[in-house]
């Protein structure tokens, strides 16, 4: 991994070999930033605060080895990564401004797809997880994952019917709060449907009775207009000497009839103009039938003058035209059905959340069976991984209750509540001693004790869910002494399946692992390339020998820091 101008890291190389590598410093020096690096690489949070003063962006660059077919190989190229020799070559960039980017196998992907790929690749466990196993949600979170397919089948069957259940709840408290407010719309509806059905509209009426009524109010104009027309067309009966246009067109036509035969273009004329006469005829036929047709009647205009004030009432309530208002009507029609089905209604979505409530307890009572086997498998293998950890006496166990609650379900012949994931409260409780009351452990349980408690269950987890790399970052505090000795051996332990790589101030851990790192700032307070070492041989122990006295050159902590490691070489 690279890292350049992260927090106080200006360019340094973090080489984490396989087996168990421990990362070491003095306080300030940068160890810190070594697992935000990781943490960015895993799709963490960015933060512009993290970019080193003065440079423009921070990058983390990371190759890792994955194993082929896993599910994060899978995801990768879909992605679109390219994996280089089994590897995966994986940047973050966090600029000054807080903007992040992510690149993985070559091709720019969503941060989130880091955070996906890190489930199964890394498991990282810090002082805030610690903290986080204190919250009763993520002990039953703890307790489902070492449970597996037992809980997760269930489980996945009881959120399905806990999910349609709050549908069908929803729904019908909508129907039953909201009865007044439906019934009011369904006869708002009922009285339009029929204010509409009595006047019985045609679709397009509306524009043919205004033509009407325009015809109407003006046929004596109308009339007098065609007969005048008519006239100038085809001749006044009534003055034989009057020249109308259809004589004077025929007379243009028998004056080229004579001669036509002697030019074709002025036959074609006299053709033309015998168009113009026959259709002179025929226009003015027609204007005769216009005439003769034209109703003048009073009594038909104040009828469809009636109509229109009918048809005019609707469109002012329910659009703004008949074809609207038949619209409204056949909408309305359907939105009234589905109102007066309401009461039909109630009764199914009743039965349903009755049915679904009873299924939902058996779920829950199949979770809860599931879970109280695997807690007591989970409690002795956490119990005897603290046996190994300088608590010899300490004793695990899980206390998984249910609240009554009368809205609640019936699970074992008891109504109680539930949630998403079951009706179980589960609690993780801790026996330090023999007589010791089992106590939740966020009453319970020291610093160190927690630590340990975290990092056997992270061990038994490592047994039935592994993961192929372990991040603890302090994971340690509050231990020291035998204790401290004891998390280093098991913590090399791990290390024979998994890489574990541990951030630690215990040189009792530190001296456990097969590769040491240090950690070191220069002159000008920054972490160069070359501020990120592999301790070896005499480097090694003056580092142990700080970690234990403060003192490099201390023959005393020299001592102790040589049979720290041969110790842990014994160990191994």
Do not use: C
């Amino acid at each position: 991994m690279r890292i350049r101008s992260l927090g106080v890291i200006d360019d340094a190389v973090v080489e984490l070999s396989p087996g168990f590598t421990a990362v070491t410093g003095e306080t300030g020096a940068g160890k810190t930033m070594v697992v935000t690096s990781l943490g960015l690489l895993l799709g963490g949070r960015a933060d512009a605060a993290l970019v080193r003063i003065g440079a423009r962006n921070a990058v983390v660059e990371g190759r890792i080895a994955v194993p082929g077919g896993s599910a994060a190989v899978v995801r990768a190229e879909e992605a679109g990564a390219e994996l280089d020799d089994g590897t995966l070559l994986v940047s973050r960039t966090v600029s000054a401004e807080g903007r992040s980017r992510a690149h993985l196998g070559g091709r720019s992907v969503p941060v989130g797809l880091l955070a996906e790929l890190a489930d199964d690749l890394v498991a990282v466990h810090g002082q805030t997880d610690q903290q986080g196993l204190l919250k009763l949600s993520r002990q039953r979170q703890a307790l489902d994952r070492y449970a597996g397919y037992a809980v997760a089948v269930p489980l996945g069957k009881y959120a399905e019917a806990y999910k349609r259940l709050r549908t069908v709840t929803t729904e019908l408290e909508q129907i039953t709060t909201r009865a007044r407010e439906r019934a009011q719309e369904a006869d708002m509806l009922r009285f339009g449907l029929e204010e509409i059905a009595a006047v019985e509209p045609r679709a397009g009426e509306d524009v043919e009775l205004a033509e009407e009524a325009e015809r109407l109010g003006h046929a004596e104009a109308l009339a007098s207009a065609a007969a005048l027309a008519h006239a100038a067309l085809a001749g006044d009966p009534e003055d034989p000497e009057g020249v109308d246009a259809g004589t004077l067109v025929a007379g243009a036509q028998r004056a080229l009839e004579a001669v036509r035969a002697h030019d074709p273009a002025l036959a074609a004329l006299t053709d033309r103009i015998g168009e113009v006469g026959i259709l002179l005829r025929d226009v003015a036929g027609e204007l005769a039938g216009y005439a003769d047709d034209l109703d003048a009647d009073p009594l038909r205009l104040a009828a469809v003058e009636e109509r229109r004030a009918a048809l005019t009432a609707l469109t002012r309530k329910y659009g703004e035209d008949i074809a609207s208002v038949l619209e409204w009507a056949e909408q309305g029609a359907a939105r009234l059905t589905e109102l007066d089905g309401d009461d039909e209604r109630i009764g199914e979505l009743t039965a349903e959340r009755d049915a679904l409530r009873v299924e939902l307890g058996a779920l829950a009572q199949e979770l809860t069976d599931a879970r109280t086997e695997a807690a007591e498998r989970f409690a002795s293998a956490v119990t005897a991984e603290l046996a190994s950890l300088a608590m010899p006496h300490a004793r695990v166990s899980f206390d998984i209750r249910q609240t009554e609650d009368p809205e609640g379900v019936e699970v074992g012949g008891r109504t109680v509540a539930y949630g998403p994931s079951g009706v179980d409260e589960v609690e993780l409780l801790l026996a330090p001693h023999p007589g010791a009351p089992p106590r939740p452990i966020a009453k319970g349980a020291s610093g160190g004790e927690l630590s340990r408690v975290m990092l056997a269950v992270e061990v038994v987890f490592a047994g039935t869910d592994p993961v192929p790399t372990y991040l603890f970052d302090e994971v340690d505090a509050g231990v020291g002494g035998k204790a401290a000795v004891e998390i280093g051996r098991r913590l090399a332990k791990l290390a024979k399946t998994a890489q574990v790589v541990v951030v630690t101030h215990l040189p009792q851990v530190a001296a456990f692992a097969d590769r040491q790192l240090l950690v070191e700032k220069t002159n000008d307070g920054s972490v160069t390339r070359s501020g990120v070492k592999v301790l070896e041989g005499e480097d090694r122990i003056r580092e142990l020998s700080r970690m234990l006295a403060g003192q490099e050159d201390s023959e005393t902590a020299r001592a102790h820091a040589e049979e720290l490691l041969a110790t842990a070489r014994a160990d191994l």
